[in-house]
């Protein structure tokens, strides 16, 4: 398991950073956030319906190496290491054993969707590592003062994107069992604060240096945000929430094809098996602790409550939405459905003598999935034959229809 979270490890930072200034042109949603982070730098204003953190922090690599299609993937692609760690990280912490540290290391760095967008000038990687971080600060948090890192990390995650707020729940719940509840709503003002003042900062920069006037915007934009947050503006690579946990519609951020007949394709699809064998994982999830309420058996403590929660209060927000999702939507929620694969492979793990060899062997196949389906999340050339091989479903296509 060691050996195959080394190779993952490795394969996994190759495919983030591989070639990352490539294609050197604006791809998917590129469109926007490099702009307004430029927009940022140069002192002016542009409507966003998303608070500014993630647009700070392009702005910064762009700000350290130029205005180039590299500069505005460095952070993201940054993001996206430093997430291999933290979720190994994560993953000791949350189930207190090293092979589940291995395994959600290894899910994390062999997740093709995550490679995308981790090298890709958006914000969504940085919305899921701050979520992570936020998880791991509260199963670390013993003390009372603990428990303001927590807060820190949340208000952080807000600021990216308000669609993450819900993790406050299975956060909130690993503090309660904890008996840190208390102090963590206590601490809600600190998350209110940080996000409150980088919001402020934003329109310092790019709208007045007045103070009070500033002030007066940051109420103004969040009431307009509030009226565009259900905007339906049709796309045809937009997806109904149902369709994320099938990967029915992965969305295409770019593609073409050489003189020399070579097909290069940047695509946020994810790990088929990962993908699958997660959504399998949460429903066994539902179906266990189901099982458990009907037979009376205690269930507070067990790690699959909050997993649950988190999965379920990310994704429900989306399913009464009139605004127009996408799959890249479904990525906080997707933390969380790794989670529960963690959390079903520990459950075989310890089913010796098979169990571990089982686990070992599902770790490999993920591993050369990732393998032979990094090339359409790289842009590394493929011949069309190579091409229709990866496109398992007509959805998956990312020739221009």
């Given at each position: 398991?060691l050996?195959l979270a080394?190779?993952a490890?490795v394969?996994?930072?190759?495919?983030?950073?591989?070639d990352?200034?490539?294609?050197?042109?604006i791809m998917?949603?590129?469109?926007y956030f490099?702009e307004y982070?430029?927009?940022?730098?140069?002192?002016?204003?542009k409507?966003d319906?998303h608070?500014?953190?993630?647009?700070f922090?392009?702005a910064?690599?762009?700000?350290?190496?130029?205005?180039?299609?590299f500069?505005?993937?460095?952070?993201?692609?940054?993001?996206?290491?430093?997430?291999i760690?933290l979720g190994?990280?994560?993953?000791?912490?949350?189930?207190?054993?090293?092979?589940?540290?291995?395994l959600?290391?290894t899910?994390i760095?062999?997740e093709?969707?995550?490679?995308a967008y981790?090298r890709?000038?958006?914000?969504d990687?940085?919305l899921?590592?701050?979520?992570?971080?936020?998880l791991l600060?509260?199963?670390?948090?013993?003390r009372r003062g603990e428990?303001?890192?927590?807060a820190v990390?949340?208000?952080l995650?807000?600021?990216?994107k308000?669609?993450?707020?819900?993790?406050a729940?299975?956060?909130g719940?690993i503090?309660?069992?904890k008996?840190?509840f208390?102090?963590?709503?206590a601490?809600?003002?600190?998350?209110a604060?940080?996000?409150l003042?980088?919001?402020?900062?934003?329109a310092?920069?790019?709208v007045?240096w007045n103070?009070?006037?500033a002030?007066q915007w940051?109420?103004v934009?969040h009431?307009?945000?509030?009226?565009?947050?259900t905007?339906?503006?049709?796309n045809?690579?937009?997806?109904?929430?149902?369709?994320?946990?099938l990967m029915?519609?992965?969305?295409?951020?770019?593609y073409?094809v050489s003189?020399?007949?070579?097909v290069?394709v940047?695509?946020a699809?994810?790990?088929?098996l990962?993908?699958?064998s997660?959504?399998l994982?949460?429903?066994?999830?539902?179906?266990e602790?189901?099982?458990?309420?009907?037979?009376r058996?205690w269930?507070a403590?067990?790690?699959l409550?909050?997993?649950?929660?988190?999965?379920?209060?990310l994704?429900?927000?989306?399913?009464p939405?009139?605004r127009?999702?996408?799959?890249?939507?479904?990525?906080p929620s997707y933390a969380?459905?790794?989670?529960?694969l963690v959390?079903w492979?520990?459950?075989?793990w310890r089913r010796?003598?098979?169990g571990?060899?089982?686990?070992?062997?599902?770790s490999?196949?993920?591993?050369a999935?990732?393998l032979?389906?990094?090339?359409m999340?790289?842009?590394?050339?493929m011949?069309?034959?190579?091409?229709q091989w990866?496109?398992?479903?007509d959805s998956?296509?990312p020739?221009?229809?």
């Amino acid at each position: 398991m060691l050996l195959l979270a080394v190779v993952a490890l490795v394969a996994g930072l190759w495919g983030r950073l591989y070639d990352l200034g490539f294609p050197p042109q604006i791809m998917f949603d590129e469109q926007y956030f490099p702009e307004y982070a430029r927009e940022y730098l140069e002192g002016n204003y542009k409507f966003d319906l998303h608070p500014p953190l993630g647009k700070f922090i392009i702005a910064a690599s762009i700000a350290l190496l130029g205005d180039t299609p590299f500069a505005w993937r460095w952070m993201p692609a940054v993001f996206g290491c430093a997430m291999i760690p933290l979720g190994a990280a994560l993953g000791w912490y949350y189930f207190k054993e090293r092979v589940a540290a291995l395994l959600l290391g290894t899910f994390i760095a062999g997740e093709t969707f995550l490679v995308a967008y981790s090298r890709t000038g958006v914000m969504d990687i940085f919305l899921v590592f701050f979520m992570l971080g936020t998880l791991l600060a509260a199963l670390m948090a013993e003390r009372r003062g603990e428990v303001i890192w927590v807060a820190v990390l949340l208000g952080l995650s807000i600021a990216v994107k308000w669609a993450v707020f819900p993790v406050a729940i299975p956060v909130g719940y690993i503090l309660w069992r904890k008996g840190l509840f208390r102090p963590f709503v206590a601490s809600l003002w600190i998350s209110a604060v940080l996000y409150l003042a980088v919001v402020y900062v934003g329109a310092l920069v790019s709208v007045t240096w007045n103070p009070w006037q500033a002030w007066q915007w940051v109420w103004v934009w969040h009431l307009q945000a509030a009226e565009k947050i259900t905007a339906a503006i049709p796309n045809p690579l937009a997806s109904p929430w149902w369709s994320w946990p099938l990967m029915l519609h992965p969305i295409r951020f770019w593609y073409a094809v050489s003189p020399d007949l070579e097909v290069r394709v940047i695509s946020a699809i994810g790990n088929p098996l990962l993908w699958w064998s997660s959504t399998l994982a949460v429903v066994a999830g539902l179906v266990e602790l189901v099982r458990r309420v009907v037979l009376r058996k205690w269930v507070a403590d067990d790690p699959l409550v909050p997993i649950m929660l988190g999965y379920v209060f990310l994704l429900l927000p989306w399913v009464p939405s009139t605004r127009i999702p996408y799959i890249y939507n479904y990525l906080p929620s997707y933390a969380f459905a790794l989670l529960a694969l963690v959390y079903w492979m520990c459950v075989v793990w310890r089913r010796r003598p098979v169990g571990p060899w089982v686990v070992v062997a599902f770790s490999a196949c993920a591993v050369a999935v990732f393998l032979f389906f990094v090339p359409m999340a790289t842009g590394f050339p493929m011949s069309f034959q190579g091409l229709q091989w990866r496109v398992w479903l007509d959805s998956w296509s990312p020739v221009p229809r």
